[in-house]
């Protein structure tokens, strides 16, 4: 088993700035990449950012030199730092973290967290 505990979603305004965290914890033997999704009501979850086991990064357009994906020195947590936040970016952000497990023939696992609520006011 693997959870993942989110932290960091709050209230800001048009500018400012949140750091979101995603900690992972039980069984796991190695992450291969981890992951931040959002979703807003009524539309399909997307991906914002996304790093690898060798620290390549990946982050879709509309967020691009606004926000920077990490892996914190616990190899099992990954940051979402947001700058330059716009109202478009109100969502309910969910980390993902994807790896093997210690279980027999090191079982992959694929692991969502609770999601955490980011609202930008204009």
């Known amino acids: 088993q693997v959870q993942l505990v989110e932290s960091g979603g709050g209230l800001v305004q048009t500018g400012g700035s949140l750091k979101l965290s995603c900690a992972a914890s039980?069984?796991?033997?190695?992450?291969?990449?981890m992951g931040w999704y959002r979703q807003v009501s009524g539309k399909e979850r997307e991906l914002v950012a996304f790093?690898?086991?060798?620290?390549?990064?990946t982050y879709t357009d509309s967020v691009m030199g606004r926000f920077t994906i990490s892996r914190g020195n616990a190899a099992n947590t990954v940051y979402l730092q947001m700058n330059s936040l716009k109202p478009e970016d109100t969502a309910v952000y969910f980390c993902?973290?994807?790896?093997?497990?210690?279980?027999?023939?090191?079982?992959?696992?694929?692991?969502w967290g609770q999601g955490t609520q980011v609202t930008v006011s204009a």
């Open positions: 993902n973290v994807k790896g093997s497990t210690r279980f027999v023939g090191y079982a992959p696992f694929d692991t």
């Open positions: 039980g069984s796991i033997f190695s992450i291969d990449a």
């Open positions: 790093i690898n086991s060798g620290g390549s990064t």
